[in-house]
């Protein structure tokens, strides 16, 4: 028996390695331009069976890989060169956005067929959006009657919730706003989303996506200002817009001005400098003394790391609170500004739950302190409280209060018998 191992065959001469590719395929939208221009020439003005011809379509050409194709021809009637032209070699029609009627029914109708393509292509979505963000870049190359339309075409779509807010950034481009064409495209863009919703549902989708403090930026930085933005949207007819607008303006600058504050308090700044800041401040935002008032109680609790002990925190507030009495007392020269600071401390000793055996104390302390009056705090008592830990806080104060009753009517008869 041979113990030697049999060598397998095998085979000689070259070998090549060999991989199949796919390869990518060109870009190349002139055919699928030439089937949507067709097309459309085919369905003209019915717009019904544009959008039945646009359903059809996405079955046989790539929506997917033409989608700025698409939508170009759909809005301008054919492909877009950068800067807005049209493409001078591409087949283009008559049948589109920009050469239809320049008013709201019609867009609401153009906006019909946007939203059912995109329904039912959903993949569009980002594409779309992405194509008016483009679209907005490019106003400058477009006519003011082409202006108009994508302007209200693009508000209904918003209100619609087919297109984000964030899209209004192209807006803030620095050659629209010099020139002015961002503004008055957000006149009509607002008007047509504000008619189709309303300024409560508009300010919703803007906070979304915080576009809600950046409307200044439409205008050029020399005339950013609450005053120049409330007269130009007010005479244009948006005055919700403009009171909008005012509304964010102040919230952002009462936020400030807090932050400021606690930070003055966390500093150990002197009392009378803080007073001085805060009354200047006042005076500039336009604030009432309710108002502020608000504020410098938000930013007294807001500038010390509290106990979390329910025992300890009492007492660490008193001590907090009596060292800020003069500057609470320096903003509650009105009745309804003791109201006011009643209603933040009763709403702050229910949010922050450690503060609700705190109540009683920390308004027995500001009423010796001159902070109260004592007809604030009967008011307050008897009407002007909220639901925020009533029955709790109530009863904390009903002997106080009815210390006060007997005080006043005790001062009311040494009063009578002096006379």
């Known amino acids: 028996m041979n113990n030697q191992k049999q060598q397998k065959p095998t085979l000689t001469g070259q070998r090549f390695k060999t991989r199949k590719r796919d390869e990518k395929e060109r870009f190349d939208p002139t055919q699928f331009q030439e089937s949507i221009v067709q097309g459309l020439n085919q369905t003209g003005t019915d717009l019904e069976a544009v959008a039945k011809f646009l359903d059809a379509s996405g079955a046989k050409l790539d929506y997917r890989r033409y989608a700025e194709t698409l939508f170009d021809i759909l809005v301008a009637g054919g492909m877009l060169a950068p800067g807005g032209t049209l493409s001078d070699d591409m087949t283009r029609t008559e049948f589109c956005l920009f050469t239809a009627q320049e008013d709201l029914e019609t867009m609401q109708a153009y906006a019909q067929v946007f939203n059912k393509l995109i329904r039912r292509y959903k993949y569009l979505e980002k594409g779309f959006e992405e194509e008016i963000k483009k679209l907005l870049l490019f106003l400058k190359g477009f006519t003011e009657s082409e202006r108009n339309k994508l302007a209200m075409l693009t508000g209904i779509l918003l209100a619609n919730g087919n297109i984000s807010a964030s899209i209004l950034s192209s807006l803030f481009n620095e050659n629209l706003v010099k020139e002015g064409v961002s ?13 189709e919703k309303d300024i409560n549902s508009v300010a919703a989708s803007l906070r979304k996506v915080s576009m809600d403090n950046r409307l200044m930026e439409l205008f050029p930085a020399n005339k950013r200002s609450c005053e120049h933005f409330s007269k130009y949207f007010t005479d244009a007819g948006l005055k919700e817009l403009s009171d909008f607008a005012r509304n964010q303006q102040s919230i952002g600058a009462r936020k400030e001005l807090q932050k400021e504050l606690q930070e003055q308090m966390s500093r150990g700044d002197p009392q009378k400098e803080i007073i001085a800041f805060t009354r200047e401040e006042m005076k500039k935002a336009g604030l009432s003394e309710q108002a502020m008032i608000g504020i410098i109680w938000t930013s007294v609790m807001s500038s010390v790391e509290w106990n979390k002990k329910e025992e300890l925190v009492t007492e660490q507030a008193i001590k907090h609170l009596k060292q800020y009495s003069p500057l609470l007392k320096a903003f509650t020269s009105q009745g309804l500004s003791e109201l006011s600071l009643l209603l933040k401390i009763q ?19 500001l009423y010796k302190a001159d902070v109260l009056s004592e007809e604030a705090i009967l008011k307050w008592y008897t009407e002007a409280h909220v639901a925020k830990g009533k029955s709790v806080f109530l009863e904390q104060m009903k002997k106080f209060v009815e210390w006060l009753k007997n005080a006043e009517e005790e001062s009311e008869s040494e009063e009578e018998e002096a006379d």
């Open 183 to 195: 503004a008055a495209f957000a006149v009509k863009l607002f008007k047509s989303w504000i008619n």
């Open 347 to 365: 709403e702050y000793c229910y949010d922050n739950i450690h503060f609700m055996k705190a109540f009683q104390k920390i308004v027995v302390l």
